[in-house]
Protein backbone atom coordinates (compact mmCIF):
# COMPACT_ATOMS: atom_id res chain seq x y z
CA UNK A 1 0.00 0.00 0.00
CA UNK A 2 1.24 3.45 -0.40
CA UNK A 3 1.31 5.80 2.35
CA UNK A 4 0.21 8.64 -0.13
CA UNK A 5 -2.94 6.87 -0.94
CA UNK A 6 -4.54 6.83 2.46
CA UNK A 7 -5.21 10.00 2.85
CA UNK A 8 -7.35 10.13 -0.67
CA UNK A 9 -10.74 10.15 -0.50
CA UNK A 10 -11.98 6.76 -2.05
CA UNK A 11 -15.52 5.12 -2.00
CA UNK A 12 -15.97 1.36 -1.95
CA UNK A 13 -18.91 0.55 -4.12
CA UNK A 14 -19.09 -3.03 -2.60
CA UNK A 15 -18.81 -4.20 0.74
CA UNK A 16 -20.49 -6.59 2.41
CA UNK A 17 -20.05 -4.89 5.69
CA UNK A 18 -23.48 -6.64 7.52
CA UNK A 19 -22.54 -9.84 6.90
CA UNK A 20 -21.90 -12.25 10.25
CA UNK A 21 -17.70 -12.40 9.52
CA UNK A 22 -17.76 -8.71 10.73
CA UNK A 23 -19.79 -9.00 13.72
CA UNK A 24 -17.22 -9.30 16.19
CA UNK A 25 -14.73 -6.13 15.25
CA UNK A 26 -17.76 -4.20 12.54
CA UNK A 27 -17.13 -0.96 14.17
CA UNK A 28 -12.98 -1.16 14.34
CA UNK A 29 -13.11 -2.52 10.56
CA UNK A 30 -15.25 1.05 10.04
CA UNK A 31 -12.67 3.01 11.69
CA UNK A 32 -9.83 1.24 9.75
CA UNK A 33 -11.49 2.50 6.59
CA UNK A 34 -11.97 5.64 7.55
CA UNK A 35 -8.52 6.00 8.38
CA UNK A 36 -7.51 5.13 5.84
CA UNK A 37 -9.27 7.80 3.86
CA UNK A 38 -12.56 5.82 2.63
CA UNK A 39 -15.70 8.87 2.84
CA UNK A 40 -18.75 6.25 1.92
CA UNK A 41 -18.86 2.44 0.94
CA UNK A 42 -21.77 0.93 -0.80
CA UNK A 43 -23.13 -2.25 1.08
CA UNK A 44 -25.06 -4.48 -0.86
CA UNK A 45 -27.22 -7.73 0.66
CA UNK A 46 -26.95 -11.07 0.05
CA UNK A 47 -30.55 -11.87 1.03
CA UNK A 48 -34.21 -11.07 2.57
CA UNK A 49 -32.68 -12.10 6.01
CA UNK A 50 -30.05 -9.21 5.63
CA UNK A 51 -32.50 -6.47 4.71
CA UNK A 52 -33.19 -5.45 8.46
CA UNK A 53 -29.73 -5.47 9.87
CA UNK A 54 -28.50 -3.65 6.70
CA UNK A 55 -30.85 -0.80 7.26
CA UNK A 56 -30.14 -0.50 10.62
CA UNK A 57 -26.39 -0.54 9.81
CA UNK A 58 -27.10 2.04 7.44
CA UNK A 59 -29.09 4.19 9.82
CA UNK A 60 -26.43 4.31 12.33
CA UNK A 61 -23.39 5.09 9.90
CA UNK A 62 -23.73 8.11 7.35
CA UNK A 63 -20.99 6.49 5.46
CA UNK A 64 -22.48 3.24 4.50
CA UNK A 65 -25.29 3.11 1.95
CA UNK A 66 -27.61 0.01 1.31
CA UNK A 67 -28.66 -1.84 -1.49
CA UNK A 68 -30.94 -4.38 -1.26
CA UNK A 69 -31.37 -7.52 -3.39
CA UNK A 70 -31.17 -11.63 -3.93
CA UNK A 71 -27.48 -12.48 -4.49
CA UNK A 72 -28.15 -15.65 -6.97
CA UNK A 73 -25.25 -17.84 -5.39
CA UNK A 74 -27.96 -18.04 -2.09
CA UNK A 75 -30.19 -19.64 -4.32
CA UNK A 76 -31.82 -21.84 -1.96
CA UNK A 77 -32.28 -19.03 0.87
CA UNK A 78 -35.25 -17.01 -1.44
CA UNK A 79 -38.17 -17.62 -1.78
CA UNK A 80 -40.90 -16.75 -4.61
CA UNK A 81 -42.17 -14.29 -2.05
CA UNK A 82 -39.05 -12.32 -1.95
CA UNK A 83 -39.14 -10.18 -4.71
CA UNK A 84 -42.50 -8.83 -4.06
CA UNK A 85 -41.31 -8.29 -0.48
CA UNK A 86 -38.15 -6.41 -1.70
CA UNK A 87 -40.76 -4.29 -4.13
CA UNK A 88 -42.66 -3.22 -1.15
CA UNK A 89 -39.45 -2.89 0.95
CA UNK A 90 -37.79 -0.48 -1.52
CA UNK A 91 -40.77 1.41 -1.23
CA UNK A 92 -40.35 2.21 2.48
CA UNK A 93 -36.48 2.15 2.72
CA UNK A 94 -33.77 4.69 1.06
CA UNK A 95 -31.65 2.47 -1.40
CA UNK A 96 -28.72 3.56 -3.59
CA UNK A 97 -29.65 0.57 -5.82
CA UNK A 98 -31.04 -3.24 -6.28
CA UNK A 99 -28.54 -5.26 -5.30
CA UNK A 100 -26.39 -7.71 -5.21
CA UNK A 101 -28.30 -9.38 -7.51
CA UNK A 102 -27.19 -11.28 -11.13
CA UNK A 103 -26.24 -14.63 -12.41
CA UNK A 104 -23.78 -17.17 -10.81
CA UNK A 105 -22.51 -19.51 -13.99
CA UNK A 106 -19.55 -21.01 -12.05
CA UNK A 107 -21.41 -22.87 -8.90
CA UNK A 108 -22.19 -26.00 -10.24
CA UNK A 109 -25.10 -26.77 -7.95
CA UNK A 110 -27.03 -23.56 -9.44
CA UNK A 111 -25.65 -23.40 -13.21
CA UNK A 112 -27.48 -25.78 -15.18
CA UNK A 113 -30.95 -27.14 -14.87
CA UNK A 114 -34.03 -25.74 -12.90
CA UNK A 115 -31.58 -24.07 -10.54
CA UNK A 116 -30.10 -21.98 -13.74
CA UNK A 117 -33.61 -21.11 -14.88
CA UNK A 118 -34.52 -19.82 -11.27
CA UNK A 119 -31.73 -17.78 -11.31
CA UNK A 120 -33.13 -16.41 -14.57
CA UNK A 121 -36.05 -15.93 -12.82
CA UNK A 122 -34.98 -14.28 -9.26
CA UNK A 123 -32.59 -12.29 -11.99
CA UNK A 124 -34.95 -10.56 -14.27
CA UNK A 125 -37.97 -10.06 -11.46
CA UNK A 126 -34.97 -7.69 -9.35
CA UNK A 127 -34.40 -5.82 -12.75
CA UNK A 128 -37.87 -5.11 -13.31
CA UNK A 129 -38.01 -4.19 -9.67
CA UNK A 130 -35.02 -1.64 -10.10
CA UNK A 131 -36.82 -0.23 -13.15
CA UNK A 132 -40.10 0.10 -11.13
CA UNK A 133 -38.27 2.29 -8.26
CA UNK A 134 -35.87 4.36 -10.82
CA UNK A 135 -32.51 1.97 -9.18
CA UNK A 136 -29.80 1.39 -10.70
CA UNK A 137 -28.87 -2.30 -9.81
CA UNK A 138 -25.10 -3.99 -8.78
CA UNK A 139 -24.72 -7.05 -10.90
CA UNK A 140 -22.97 -10.38 -9.71
CA UNK A 141 -21.83 -11.62 -13.68
CA UNK A 142 -19.64 -15.24 -12.87
CA UNK A 143 -19.18 -16.94 -16.13
CA UNK A 144 -22.40 -15.82 -16.83
CA UNK A 145 -21.64 -12.41 -18.70
CA UNK A 146 -23.39 -12.44 -21.83
CA UNK A 147 -26.33 -13.20 -20.35
CA UNK A 148 -26.21 -10.26 -17.75
CA UNK A 149 -25.36 -7.97 -21.01
CA UNK A 150 -28.65 -9.69 -22.93
CA UNK A 151 -31.02 -8.79 -20.20
CA UNK A 152 -29.52 -5.77 -19.61
CA UNK A 153 -29.88 -4.58 -23.09
CA UNK A 154 -33.77 -5.82 -22.95
CA UNK A 155 -34.03 -2.79 -20.91
CA UNK A 156 -33.07 0.54 -22.04
CA UNK A 157 -31.70 2.79 -19.31
CA UNK A 158 -31.43 0.32 -16.98
CA UNK A 159 -27.70 1.28 -15.41
CA UNK A 160 -25.60 0.28 -12.61
CA UNK A 161 -22.17 -1.29 -11.92
CA UNK A 162 -21.04 -5.20 -12.70
CA UNK A 163 -19.44 -5.72 -9.71
CA UNK A 164 -16.05 -7.32 -9.97
CA UNK A 165 -15.84 -7.35 -13.93
CA UNK A 166 -13.46 -9.93 -15.80
CA UNK A 167 -14.79 -9.61 -19.16
CA UNK A 168 -13.39 -9.22 -22.58
CA UNK A 169 -12.95 -5.53 -23.75
CA UNK A 170 -16.08 -6.17 -26.38
CA UNK A 171 -18.09 -7.18 -23.30
CA UNK A 172 -16.60 -4.37 -21.19
CA UNK A 173 -18.33 -1.86 -24.10
CA UNK A 174 -21.35 -3.46 -24.41
CA UNK A 175 -21.86 -2.61 -20.60
CA UNK A 176 -20.36 0.97 -21.28
CA UNK A 177 -23.26 1.34 -23.84
CA UNK A 178 -25.63 0.33 -22.00
CA UNK A 179 -24.90 2.99 -19.01
CA UNK A 180 -22.89 0.88 -16.44
CA UNK A 181 -19.58 1.45 -14.77
CA UNK A 182 -17.40 -1.42 -13.73
CA UNK A 183 -16.24 -2.76 -10.89
CA UNK A 184 -12.65 -3.49 -10.39
CA UNK A 185 -10.67 -4.67 -7.00
CA UNK A 186 -8.51 -7.15 -5.58
CA UNK A 187 -8.09 -9.58 -8.34
CA UNK A 188 -6.40 -6.69 -10.58
CA UNK A 189 -3.58 -6.36 -7.76
CA UNK A 190 -2.03 -10.29 -8.72
CA UNK A 191 0.64 -9.82 -11.17
CA UNK A 192 -0.40 -12.91 -13.06
CA UNK A 193 -3.80 -11.56 -14.22
CA UNK A 194 -2.43 -9.96 -16.94
CA UNK A 195 -5.87 -9.82 -18.76
CA UNK A 196 -7.62 -8.20 -16.80
CA UNK A 197 -4.68 -5.52 -15.48
CA UNK A 198 -4.98 -4.72 -19.60
CA UNK A 199 -8.14 -4.29 -20.01
CA UNK A 200 -8.25 -1.90 -16.69
CA UNK A 201 -5.31 0.16 -18.09
CA UNK A 202 -7.41 1.07 -21.54
CA UNK A 203 -10.90 1.61 -20.42
CA UNK A 204 -12.48 5.09 -20.36
CA UNK A 205 -12.10 6.62 -17.09
CA UNK A 206 -15.98 7.32 -16.77
CA UNK A 207 -16.36 3.37 -16.91
CA UNK A 208 -14.25 2.48 -13.46
CA UNK A 209 -15.33 2.17 -9.92
CA UNK A 210 -13.12 0.55 -7.18
CA UNK A 211 -14.61 -2.03 -4.82
CA UNK A 212 -12.93 -4.71 -2.23
CA UNK A 213 -16.26 -7.32 -2.21
CA UNK A 214 -15.25 -7.59 1.59
CA UNK A 215 -14.95 -10.38 3.06
CA UNK A 216 -13.52 -11.58 -0.03
CA UNK A 217 -11.67 -10.91 -2.84
CA UNK A 218 -8.68 -9.63 -0.69
CA UNK A 219 -5.93 -7.99 -2.62
CA UNK A 220 -2.32 -9.56 -3.38
CA UNK A 221 -0.74 -8.43 0.24
CA UNK A 222 -3.67 -9.62 2.17
CA UNK A 223 -3.99 -13.09 0.09
CA UNK A 224 -5.54 -15.20 2.28
CA UNK A 225 -6.84 -12.85 4.75
CA UNK A 226 -10.23 -11.68 5.31
CA UNK A 227 -10.76 -8.99 3.03
CA UNK A 228 -12.17 -5.00 4.56
CA UNK A 229 -12.73 -2.12 2.93
CA UNK A 230 -9.41 -0.32 4.74
CA UNK A 231 -7.15 -2.34 1.77
CA UNK A 232 -8.87 -0.26 -0.74
CA UNK A 233 -5.92 2.02 -1.13
CA UNK A 234 -3.79 -0.70 -2.56
CA UNK A 235 -6.41 -1.60 -5.27
CA UNK A 236 -6.48 2.35 -5.97
CA UNK A 237 -2.55 2.38 -6.13
CA UNK A 238 -2.46 -0.55 -8.24
CA UNK A 239 -4.98 1.01 -10.72
CA UNK A 240 -3.68 4.57 -11.29
CA UNK A 241 -0.37 2.50 -11.82
CA UNK A 242 -1.83 0.74 -14.82
CA UNK A 243 -3.51 3.56 -16.00
CA UNK A 244 -0.21 6.10 -15.53
CA UNK A 245 -2.11 8.47 -13.70
CA UNK A 246 -1.45 9.99 -10.41
CA UNK A 247 -3.49 7.91 -7.84
CA UNK A 248 -4.98 11.27 -6.42
CA UNK A 249 -6.68 11.56 -9.71
CA UNK A 250 -8.00 8.04 -9.79
CA UNK A 251 -9.45 8.05 -6.76
CA UNK A 252 -11.03 11.47 -7.92
CA UNK A 253 -12.38 9.98 -10.84
CA UNK A 254 -13.56 6.23 -9.14
CA UNK A 255 -15.30 8.61 -6.69
CA UNK A 256 -17.39 10.47 -8.93
CA UNK A 257 -18.27 7.84 -10.82
CA UNK A 258 -19.54 6.06 -8.40
CA UNK A 259 -21.68 9.27 -6.58
CA UNK A 260 -22.75 9.88 -10.81
CA UNK A 261 -24.06 5.77 -11.19
CA UNK A 262 -25.63 5.25 -7.84
CA UNK A 263 -26.96 8.89 -7.16
CA UNK A 264 -25.18 8.90 -3.94
CA UNK A 265 -25.52 12.31 -3.39
CA UNK A 266 -29.71 12.34 -3.15
CA UNK A 267 -29.90 9.75 -0.71
CA UNK A 268 -27.96 11.50 2.23
Same mark, same amino acid.
Given at each position: ???????????????????????????????????????????????????????????????????????????? &???????????? !????????????????????????????? +?? !?????????????? +????????????????????????? %????? &?? &???????????????????????????????????????????????????????????????? &????????????? +?????????? %?????? +??????????
Amino acid at each position: MQPAAARIPLIDTHAHLDVDEFTADRDDVLARAREAGLVAQVVPAISRAYWHGLAELAARHEDLFPAYGLHPVYLE &SHADADVQALDA !WLADHPAVAVGEIGLDGYVDAIATGDAWD +RQ !WQLFNAQLDVAINH +RLPVIIHARRALDHVLKALRQRPGL %TGIIH &SF &SGSRQQADQALAQGCCLGFGGPVTYPRANRLRKLVAGLPEEALVLETDAPDQPSVSHRGERNEP &SFLPEIAACVAQL +RGVPVEQLAQ %TTAANA +RRILDLDSVR
